[in-house]
C-alpha cells in the first residue's frame, strides 16, 4: 500500500494527462487490469515458492542462473529507479510547499528553492534518511505515512464528490471531451508513463519470506492492495478531469506546464485552499512511503543475490542484533543518490522504471506458465482461467515494454546500458561462485531440476560386475533424482574378421550379458534402477565417446582399479578431449561403496575452473547422506598468524557455499602436498581432485596422478566439460 497508493499517480498523472488527456482514466483502468493479471501470477509464484526475491527467485527457480541474475539485476535496477521517481516527486512537492509558506510569511522565495541542486539535494536528505531508518528496524516502514495519505485521499475524494454535485450542468461532459485528445497513440504512452503508479503489489513478494502464513497472506496482501489502490485512482482521476479543471482550459492545457504538480492546482480548483494543501500533503507522505517501500524491496533483491553470489557476498552482511540488511541498503541508497544527481525529471525516471518493471513482469508470467507445466505439485494459490491469464498478462507486458522502449528512447537506452554492464559484471566477477553455488543448491533439492525442465543423463561404462554397485550408486547421487537418468554401457569388442573369431565373438557377448545382468542384479539390490544399454564396437574407447555424445549425457561416470598403466592414463585424456560432457574418473577397489560413514576430502586450490562440477557431486552426495566434508588448503610455506586466520575464514566460507551443515576446514603446511593430502584420507574415504586444463585440452596433471596413486582412499578426479 504505501508504494501503490498515491506517490505515481501525484507524480505521474499530469504526463499521462499531457500525452492523452482524459482518457488517462482508461490508461490507469487498463494498466490497473495489466496488474491484476500480473498480480494473479505473481501471487501463485510467491505461494509455490515463499521466499524473498520476487521475480529474482521465480527465475531461478525456474530459468537458469544466468536468468536469474538478468531478472534480479533488472529488478534490483526497477526498484532503484522507482525510488528515484519517488524521492523527485517528494523534492517537486516539498518544495511546492516551502514555496507557498515562503510566499504567506511575506517574503519572496529565493531563486535558487526550485533550481536543479535544491531538488536533488531534498532527494538525496530523503533516501539517506529513510535508509537509515530501514537500517534501524527490519519491518520496513512508512505505516505512518500510509495511514495519513488515505484519510487525506478520503477527504479529497469526498470534497471532489461534494464540487461534482452542485458543478453546473455538463461538467462532466466538458472535462471528458475530447476523451482520447491524442488517439490510441497516446493512449498507450499513458499507459508506459504511469504503469509505475500500480507497481507495488510485487513488493510482498520481494520479501516473501518475511511474511507470515505466505500462502495465505501473500496474494491477499497483492490483490487487495491493488483493488483499493484503483478504488481510489479512478474516481480521482475522473474528479480531476471534470471539476479540476477551470471553465476554458482542459486538463492537458493545464497539465502541459506543470505536469508534476498538476494534482496540486486541480484540487485548489475544486477544493480551493484547503484541497491544494491537502494533495500537497497527500503527496509528501505517498511518495515518502513508497521511498521507504522501495529501498526496503531493492536490498532484499540485493540480499538475496549475494546470498546466491550473482552479487557481491559483502552485500548479505547484516546487522547483528536487528538483522537488517546493511550492506544492501547501502548499496541501495548510494545507487539512488547517484541517479538522483544524474536524471533531470520525474517523467524520464517515471517511463525508465515501468519499462524495467514491465520487463520484469512479462518474465513471471513466462515463469509461471514453465512452473504449472514442469511440476505436478499443485500451488496453494492457482491462477484462474489458466492458461489465459499469463499468456494475455505476459503478451500485453511485452508490447508495452517494446511500445515505451520506441517511444521513450531515453528509457531503452538507460535500461540497455544497465543490463549490459551487469551482464560485464556477471561474467567477470560473480558467475564462477553463482554458477557453483546453484549446481549444488539444484544438486541438493531434485524439486529445481524438475522445475527447470532438465533431465540429465550419467552414463557409466561397466566391464567388471564386481564394481557396479559402488558406480551405481555414485553415478546415482550424480543423477537428479526423479528425472534424471543412469544409462550402464557394456561394450563387446568387434574383431576385424568376424567369421574367423565367431566363437570368441560369441564368448565375448555372452560374457558382456553376463557383466550387464550381474550389474543390473546388484544395483537392484542397492535400491538402484538404472537403465542398460549393449553395444558392439572395434574400439570401445571411440564408442564410450560415441554414446556419450549420441544421448547427450550431462556427465560420464568412468571407473578404474589402477591408473598405473600410462596407456591407460593416455586412453582417459583422449576421451576427456572427446566428449562434451562432465567427466569423473574413479579409482576405487573393488569393494569400495560410497556410504554415509565416508569421509569427503576436498583439496581446494587453483583458479576454481571445477567448482560448478565439484559443487553439483558436492550437493549430490549430500543428498545421498555423506555429509562428512573436509575441506583442505595445502600451503608450501608457512603462514603467518594473521594470514592464516584470513585464510582459514575464507576457505569456512568457501565451503559452507557447497555443503549443507557445518563443514571442516584444515589448512596444511607442508613442502610435500602429495603427502600431505595422501595423509589426509583414511582407506574408506574418498578424495576429490580436480583435472587440468591447459588450451583447450583436458588433462590429468601429476598433482592428481600421485595424490590417487599414492592414497588408498577412492579417489575421484573431475572435468568440467569445455
Known sequence: MGAIVGGGILVLAGVAFRETGPSTILAFALNGALAIMTALSFAEMSSMFPESGGA?????????????????????????????????????????????????????????????????????????????????????????ETLGKLIVFAILLAAGAWALGVAPSGTARRGLTPFLEHGTTGLLAAMGFTFIAL???????????EVKDPERNIPRAMLASLGIALAVYIPFLFLTSTVGVPAGQSISQMSADNPATVMAVAAYNYAGVFGYWLVVVAAILSTLSALSACIFAASRVALRMARDRTLPRVLQHQHPTRGTPIMSIYATALAMAFLLLMVRDVSAAGAAASLIFLISFALVHWTSLLARQRTRIKAPFQTPWFPAIPLIGGLACAVLAAYQAVVVPRAGAVTAVWLGFGVILYIGLFAGRARAVDAFAEAHDPRLGVLRGRSPLVLVPVANPASAVGMVTLANALAIPVVGRVVLLTVVRRPSDFAAAQIETTKALEDANSVVGQALT????????????????YDPWKEIARVAQSYECESLLMGFSSLEDQGNVAHIEQMLNDVECDVVVVRASKTWTLNADTRIIVPVGGRGGHDELRARLLGSLGRAGCTNVRFVQANRQRLAPGIRLVRERELRIFAEEETRGTPEVKLIESGNMVEALANEAGTNDLIILGLRHQRGKRLFGELALQVARKTDAATLMISRRS
Open 522 to 537: 546388484a544395483s537392484l539390490r542397492a535400491g538402484h534402477t538404472p537403465e542398460a544399454l549393449m553395444t558392439i564396437a
Open 199 to 209: 507497481q507495488g503489489f510485487d513488493l510482498v513478494a520481494a520479501v516473501g519470506g
Open 56 to 144: 529474482y527467485t521465480f527465475a531461478k527457480k525456474v530459468l537458469t542462473v544466468r536468468a536469474a541474475f538478468v531478472v534480479g539485476w533488472v529488478l534490483w535496477f526497477a526498484y532503484i529507479v522507482a525510488g528515484v521517481l519517488y524521492a523527485l516527486g517528494f523534492a517537486e512537492y516539498a518544495v511546492l510547499a516551502i514555496d507557498a509558506l515562503w510566499v504567506a510569511s511575506g517574503g519572496a522565495s529565493p531563486p535558487w528553492l526550485r533550481g536543479r541542486p535544491a531538488l536533488s539535494g531534498l532527494a538525496v536528505v530523503a533516501t539517506g534518511a529513510y535508509s537509515l531508518l530501514l537500517i534501524r528496524s527490519n519491518k520496513g516502514g512508512g505505516q505512518i
